[in-house]
């Protein structure tokens, strides 16, 4: 099985590259994002606590999401694998999802790191809530998620990069050109 985790900050454009990268290698992609936003849109207790924690721009503790990342692929047994998507944010996090990946006989395959300045940033994540509606692209909550991203989570990076497992790609560019270097990175890690 073949994991993938695409890393970079919000509006770095990793949904997008990942529809992409889902239709030529179908993986199955795991948003750690959208299966907070399923939990509170189906008003589950944990979804209630996802939302309080998220009202406030702070990252999910540890163990809320690694309990959710782990049932949620272990429902998927039949698949060429998965990309992860806002998983690992923390250390902890990433060291928790090579033990269970281990635990199943497999691995984290490949990092892709999209590389995108925050002026880039700021601008996505503006135009993305005029049409999309999420309650976190406001601008508060934008500069505190963006603010988690390079304090925290950005210090994931050297955890994989000691494996050799990163893949910096640009971000900035056009949609198809991005793909196109993303695409070399997994056959090369294939």
Do not use: C, W
Not at 141 to 156: A, G, P
């Amino acid at each position: 099985m073949y994991n993938l985790v695409i890393f970079g900050p919000p509006g770095a454009g990793k949904g997008t590259q990942s529809d992409k990268i889902i239709e030529k290698y179908q993986l199955k992609h795991i948003s750690t994002g959208d299966m907070f936003r399923a939990h509170i849109a189906n008003k589950t207790d944990l979804g209630k606590e996802v939302q309080s924690i998220m009202d406030n721009g702070v990252l999910v503790p540890d163990e809320i999401t690694i309990r959710m990342l782990e049932s949620e692929m272990s429902q998927h047994t039949d698949i060429k694998g998965f990309i992860l998507d806002g998983f690992p944010r923390t250390v902890a996090q990433a060291a928790a999802l090579d033990k269970f990946l281990e635990s199943k006989g497999q691995k984290v395959n490949l990092v892709l790191e999209l590389v995108v300045s925050q002026a880039e940033i700021e601008q996505r994540i503006a135009e993305r809530s005029k049409v999309s509606g999420r309650a976190d692209d406001s601008a508060e909550k934008l500069i505190k998620r963006i603010d988690e991203y390079f304090t925290k989570t950005v210090h994931v990076l050297p955890y994989y990069q000691a494996q050799g497992k990163v893949s910096k790609i640009n971000g900035i560019g056009e949609i198809e050109v991005i793909f196109g270097d993303i695409a070399k990175a997994i056959d090369g890690s294939l």
